[in-house]
């Protein structure tokens, strides 16, 4: 596609229920990240995903996060039993992950309110 | 990667050039400073990067001092839609090394 694509663009739910949120990288981008950032704070890298490797998990923040990779492509976010405190804009990159001096492309984001 | 710091907040004028300050004294030799930007409500925009010599693109232009310890982000004339937040970032230059955002300097500009 032309960018990176976040579905949905707001979620809102209840505490405890589980939520998935979904990126599309930009065509033939094998690097995929993810970060979140609070209400007027910075950006918290979550998790980074690079072709066939294992997955950088170090930034997230507890177990109840998880994230695939299908097929080198989309990529979903999972968070289960949801706590207000995981409300947040969370944001997907991806690079053509060839070096590391390339620029990152963002989607706009996922606004996640856990009530 | 170094951390960088920048000061939290500035003020620019409508047409006037703004000088972005950012401080990166323990940046090593295959460190990379890029800069984005995030204007409210969307994802960062990626602006401009370099490693020891001066850069320009259509966006701004990078000063990096010869030492290496710091840096200035030009816009050289800012427009009301340039008001954001502005992250100053290094990087090492390897695949797969994850961009680490710090606070960033907000930039208002103003008619």
């Known amino acids: 596609g032309a960018g990176v694509s976040q579905s949905p663009s707001n979620k809102v739910t209840e505490k405890g229920k589980d939520v998935e949120l979904r990126c599309d990288p930009i065509?033939?981008?094998?690097?995929l990240y993810w970060y979140r950032q609070s209400l007027g704070q910075g950006l918290e890298f979550l998790i980074y995903?690079?072709?066939?490797?294992?997955?950088?998990k170090s930034g997230l923040p507890s177990d109840r996060f998880s994230a695939e990779r299908t097929g080198g492509s989309v990529s979903t976010l999972t968070i289960q039993r949801t706590q207000q405190e995981d409300s947040a804009v969370y944001l997907c990159?991806?690079?053509?992950?060839?070096?590391?001096?390339?620029?990152?492309?963002f989607g706009s984001g996922t606004q996640l309110s856990v009530l | 990667d170094a951390k960088t710091t920048q000061p939290p907040s500035m003020d620019c004028a409508e047409g006037r050039a703004a000088n972005l300050p950012c401080n990166h004294s323990?940046?090593?030799?295959?460190?990379?400073v890029y800069w984005y930007r995030q204007i409210h409500s969307q994802g960062p925009q990626y602006i401009i990067h370099?490693?020891?010599n001066n850069e320009t693109n259509e966006m701004a232009s990078l000063i990096i001092t010869e030492d290496r310890k710091s840096s200035t982000l030009i816009l050289p004339h800012a427009t009301l839609r340039d008001t954001a937040v502005y992250y100053c970032?290094?990087?090492?230059?390897?695949?797969?090394?994850?961009?680490?955002f710090g606070g960033g300097t907000r930039v208002l500009v103003k008619p």
């Open positions: 990159a991806s690079t053509r992950g060839l070096d590391g001096n390339e620029k990152l492309f």
């Open positions: 065509s033939g981008h094998t690097a």
């Open positions: 995903f690079q072709g066939n490797s294992a997955p950088d």
């Open positions: 323990t940046i090593s030799g295959n460190e990379y």
């Open positions: 370099g490693l020891k």
């Open positions: 970032i290094v990087r090492v230059d390897a695949a797969g090394n994850k961009l680490t």
